[in-house]
Each structure stands twice: as structure tokens, then as C-alpha cells.
């Protein structure tokens, strides 16, 4: 059976966000789902052989030809393109997941700090240093993860944005003076246990919808976990 092993502060806070959401948006919603997706769609693009095809490839699936632009420019749209699809889905009424919730921006975030992760070299110098590598270095930089760490990742920095969006609103509160380092140590220690957590006896590789439901059950796995407690 699996442990989870983290701090009360970290298991009070996201105790507080899931009795919050009250109509299950934390697992529940649209722009998880994308995210998700739009990570593999990404990593299949990085994995074609021929430079250019993965050039085009990206720039057809985001409608828009980034083939001379930098890291930062890549996480925009893409981020920007997964805005978009969730909004299309407006339209649909008969959609069973929720599309504007409280915790879209902590999801689109964290997809943003997990391609930082993954891609921006952070010892590079000279002008490139503030808009990170050029696309095809990103391709090269993701194409060496597997979809597996990049979920992790991915789910790691979005329990760590809930986690310290919460603190920030108790620390306002409160007199206590913390350390300084508290909310690193949110993300870097107990958001890092969490996602191993739920992707630790995960076996992915089936269809991608398929992928996606078992991680987002496992996901809701962990709060069941955390109400425990």
C-alpha cells in the first residue's frame, strides 16, 4: 500500500482547497485535461527525426509559425493554444468537466514551470538568456524527458500553486513570521511526495484519454488520502 508522507502544514493547506472546492474543479476540469494532452502532443512532435517536420508540426497544431522564436515564446502559445481549445468548449453545454474554474491559472502555470524545468538552461549567457533556447533546442531539451516525469512534473507544480496560493492568503492573516524558504520547500519536498504519490504504481501507455483518466483518478486518490489524515 502506498505512503504519503508529508508535512501537516502542507496537508492542513490543501485540506482547506479540496473542502473548497466544492463542485470537485481541482480533478474535475477541462484545462487539466489539455494540459495533459497538449504535454504528449508536444512530446510526439519533439520525437520526429526530421528537424523540419517537428517545425511544422508544431506550428500547424498552435496556428502560428514560431519557427525563428525562443523558449519563451513556445511556453506563450502554447499555453495560449490550450486557452484557447478550453474556451471552444464553452459552446458545448454537454461537457462533464468544469471549464472556468478557480484553478485554471494554477494548472496553465504549472505546465509553464515544468517546460522551464525541462528546457531553459538556466547557465546560458549573452542576450539568449532572456528568452531561452531556440525551439529546436526546447524539442531537443523535451524529447529527452518521457511523458511520465513530464506529468509529474506537471502535477507536482499545480498541487505546489494551490498549495502556496493558500499560504500566501493565511500568511496575510497572520502575524507569524515564517521561513523564508517555506514555500520552496512546499513545492521541492511535500508537491514533489504528492505527485510521486500518484504516479508511483501507474502504468501508462494505453490511448491517451485512457492515460489521462487514470491520472486524474489517481489524482483524486491523493486527496481521499490527504482527508484521511
Known sequence: MKKLDISDGSKALLKVAIEN?????????????????????????????????????????????????????LVAFVIGKIESEVSKLMKHKDTSKKIVTDYNSFILHAFG???????????????????????????????????KTIWTLIVKNYLANIMISYFAA????SKTKYPSNIEENLRS????KMAIFVF????????????????????????IEVLRK
Not at 519536498?189 to 514533489?192: E, N
Open 189 to 192: 519536498i511535500d508537491a514533489t
Open 21 to 73: 472546492d466544492k463542485h470537485k474543479a481541482l480533478t474535475n476540469n477541462n484545462t487539466l485535461v489539455k494540459t495533459l494532452e497538449t504535454a504528449k502532443i508536444l512530446l510526439d512532435f519533439s520525437k520526429e527525426e526530421d528537424d523540419n517536420k517537428r517545425i511544422d508540426l508544431l506550428n500547424k497544431h498552435l496556428n502560428k509559425d514560431i519557427s525563428d522564436s525562443h523558449f519563451l515564446f
Open 170 to 173: 493565511a500568511r496575510e492573516k
Open 113 to 147: 514551470q515544468t517546460l522551464s524545468e525541462i528546457i531553459w538552461d538556466k547557465s546560458e549567457t549573452g542576450a539568449s538568456s532572456y528568452t531561452g533556447p531556440e525551439i529546436l533546442d526546447c524539442l531537443d531539451y523535451y524529447e529527452s524527458q518521457d511523458i
Open 200 to 223: 508511483s504504481d501507474l502504468t501508462l501507455g494505453k490511448d491517451l484519454e485512457s492515460d489521462i483518466g487514470v491520472v486524474i483518478s489517481e489524482l483524486q486518490n491523493l486527496f
